[in-house]
């Protein structure tokens, strides 16, 4: 016969056991009740409705409905919770629908700045597309010269022809250093850079007037009016 104790420890050996299986009883069922949100984000509310329905999930759609130049009429435009998200079946999710763009009347933007045009078209709810550039002395800098489509046009976007002003020509810096300063400076001048000397004391092995060191360096790029430092052994 067994004793009391050999009884006392299957009996609780057993209990164990069965706690160990309804704890992982109880975690499969739970995450059996459990299903991962999708991304409803741009879907239909039909497609969002349906897809929602086969993972039995309930959909919630907010009434008031939010402009989006990007995001179609009709479409779904946010939700919460987020895709990806671990919820309980039969929990609902709050989705808001877009508009779609907004659409006004195109405003005047012609000879304002770039920056001013564009908190005009802000202010009034559109977007600005594409912004080309132009180089003319025809008008000032950064100043719209055209706009697609024209003033009191019903539009979402509104795209801007942008002068930059008149290019200027672009030089590589030569590298300078070892050379005579004073021809160098005048073959500088000659181009329209604004170049000043000043002298140093340097290594006997200098003969004077040999340019040491140069601002800006060699390889930088430059433009006509920029100003040039040459500083040469005395």
Known sequence: MWSFGKILLLAG?????FFVFAGIA????????QVTVPDLAG???ADATNLASGLDLQL????????????????????????????????SVRVWVSAGAHIALAPDLLGETQRSAEIRVA???LMIGTVSEIRSNLYPPDIVVAQDPPPATQTAEIRLLV????????????DLIGLNGERAADVMRTRGFRVSITSQSASSAIPPGVVVRQTPNGGYQVHPGDAIALEVSR
């Open 123 to 125: 202010q009034d709810g």
């Open 26 to 33: 109880m975690r499969v069922a739970v995450r059996a009740r």
């Open 163 to 174: 002068n930059r002003g008149e290019d200027r020509a672009t030089y590589v810096m030569p």
């Open 13 to 17: 050996a057993l209990a164990g056991t």
């Open 43 to 45: 879907k239909s509310i």
């Open 60 to 91: 919630r759609i907010d009434d008031a409905r939010r402009p989006d130049p990007k995001v179609p009429a009709g479409s779904v435009l946010g939700q919460d919770p987020g895709p990806g998200s671990t919820v309980r079946r039969q929990r």
